[in-house]
């Protein structure tokens, strides 16, 4: 008896050592509204995302940088994107250190910083750092898109990394993007038990429900009806839900309909009102909603599948969940230069035709009407520094290492900085990196709920700029002036205070441009003849 319990002690030891140390899972969406998620206010069904939530704390209040690239970047590096030389995006070197397109050599992934600590790292999904491979980041094994997604239906889209690694192989027609980066993860979270004395990092960066809407149609049929009352309706039905749920104040208004674009062009107006669209319009553009709302639906199941995995094998109260999104709902039509009023030659009317979106072959966006919503009640999408760009639903997930009530709201201004000095912070591993951290651990923010935050943060996309000090915030577009709102009041942003206080304007203005000349954000590149490239 005694030699067994002995050999039982000898087994569970490195079982023993690693338990305090967790597990990290990042979640990233892609091109995710604030309100999309049912735990956020939303009608799609997301009962696993649901379930973090109850189980942890929603943070209302989480921001990105405005743009895939760049909130990538600042996730796996902690830095403003700009410091990376991400600035914009990877297919666009503007000739300035901020905005090379390229992740710079300078800065340390996640994935380096945790190596020390004894974590294995792994990445599933969308890696757009502008370099070829991610495991020459630290990462041990990759699955995924190294740029934007454009085809889910396609696997050879997807690649499989280091060199010499193999891909799982689908059927004929069984191969969904969402469905195979699970897949993957699933191995790689396999793969890391072979050394159980090591705990590890997955980086699980999914591509939907980014455009084009692409979806089962078993997911689509789900809600072939449910948006043919069209967006002004859901926008006031959504905002009513969050506020019974308290992830905006009572009192919160309902931002007028946000304006549009034809990207790249000079063409502009505002979201028109559901009612004034003709049928056929409608019908385009209530299936548009659809199949990107499926796409979330299959998201959240095969976010499922890896709980699954984790409660399975006894590592889902030790392993910390962060789940978020790279900016707000993406208002872009397409192909770039259509508006959101006029017909197209993408729209597919009735029966087989309209049978045929979301399917292989088909593109489509689900364009600037939805992406308000999607936003609900902020203003502005994707690209904007105003909140309906920046502004993130966040859920974090940590049974052994979270002390707030489950299901709990907090309200803490944080930023997609924070996930690096926070897997610091619960992994014990120490920085070395040249670049210092601006970036603070979520975990002692939301182990510490009665705490105030005077933090700043900073923002700029394409001119777009913005400074967030404790409750204010101070925004513009490219080339306008400065708008100031006291978010404490009106996270809609609707009341500029900016000729009311001008010395408040003057300040703020003051800690931008001194932010922006440290972390190489100015010269901005219009200050310099360079132009902005557009281009996803």
């Known amino acids: 008896m005694r030699s067994f319990l002995f050999l039982l002690c000898v087994f ?26 049912g735990c956020f206010g939303g009608e799609i069904h997301t009962p696993v995302l649901d379930s973090l939530a109850g189980n942890g704390v929603r943070m209302t209040q989480l921001y990105n940088t405005g743009r895939c690239c760049p909130s990538r970047a600042a996730l796996l590096t902690g830095q403003y994107p700009h410091r990376v030389g991400l600035g914009h995006m990877t297919t666009n070197d503007l000739g300035r250190p901020g905005y090379r397109g390229v992740v710079s050599e300078e800065a340390m992934s996640i994935a380096q910083v945790l190596a020390p600590a004894g974590y294995r790292s792994f990445i599933a999904g969308k890696w757009h750092l502008g370099t070829p491979d991610p495991t020459k980041h630290g990462f041990e094994e990759f699955y995924g898109t190294l740029v934007s997604a ?18 799982r192989q689908y059927p004929e027609g069984e191969f969904y993007a969402t469905d195979a980066v699970t897949d993957h993860a699933i191995d790689f979270i396999n793969l890391a038990r072979e050394t159980p004395d090591k705990p590890w990092l ?21 809600y072939a009806e449910r948006y043919n009352q069209g967006w002004d309706q859901l926008r ?56 990107y709302s499926a796409m979330i639906d299959r998201l ?111 309200h803490h201004p944080a930023h997609i900085i924070d996930l690096l000095p926070t897997a610091l912070a619960v992994s014990g591993a120490e920085y070395t990196g040249k670049l210092s951290l601006p970036g603070e651990d979520l975990i002692s923010l939301l182990n510490s709920p009665q705490s105030t935050s005077d933090r700043k943060l900073f923002f700029e996309h394409q001119g777009n700029r ?64 360079v132009k902005y490239l557009k281009a996803d």
């Not at 559901?274 to 199949?291: P, Q």
């Open 150 to 167: 454009k085809r889910f239906f396609d696997p050879d889209h997807l690649v499989r990394l280091p060199e010499g690694r193999k891909a």
């Open 202 to 222: 997955l980086y699980l960066a999914y591509n939907a429900p980014h455009f084009p809407l692409h979806a089962p149609k078993e997911e689509i049929a789900k």
């Open 466 to 529: 913005a400074v967030r000090h404790g409750t204010w915030k101070l925004v513009a577009f490219d080339d306008k002036p400065w708008e100031l709102y006291d978010l404490h009041n009106d996270r809609s942003e609707m009341n500029d205070l900016s000729q009311a206080q001008p010395e408040r304007v003057s300040a703020m203005n003051a800690d931008w441009e001194e932010w922006a000349e440290k972390n190489q954000v100015t010269p901005l590149p219009r200050d310099l003849g």
């Open 300 to 410: 959240d199941q095969q976010i499922g599948r890896v709980i699954e995995e984790l409660k399975q094998s006894g590592e889902l109260e030790n392993t910390l969940i962060v789940f978020t999104s790279d900016n707000g709902a993406c208002f872009e039509w397409d192909p770039f230069g259509f508006d959101i009023v006029s017909s197209n030659q993408n729209i597919l009317h009735t029966g087989e035709m309209l049978d045929e979106m979301g399917q292989p072959g088909t593109f489509h966006s689900v364009g600037s009407g939805w992406a308000n919503a999607s936003n609900t009640p902020w203003r502005m999408y994707k690209h904007f520094n105003h909140e309906g760009g920046i502004a993130s639903p966040g859920i974090v997930h940590w049974p052994a290492g979270l002390k707030a009530e489950p299901g709990s709201i907090d």
């Open 236 to 291: 006031e039905e959504r905002l009513g839900r969050m506020k019974e749920m308290g992830i905006v104040a009572a009192d919160t208004k309902l931002s007028p309909r946000s304006t549009w674009q034809n990207y790249g062009e000079t063409k502009t107006g505002t979201n028109p009102a559901w009612h004034s669209l003709d049928e056929d319009r409608k019908t385009d553009l209530a299936r548009r909603m659809a199949i």
């Open 12 to 37: 569970l030891a490195p079982l023993s050592s690693s338990s305090a140390k967790p597990n990290i899972l990042y979640i990233l969406a892609d091109d995710l509204g604030f309100s999309d998620l």
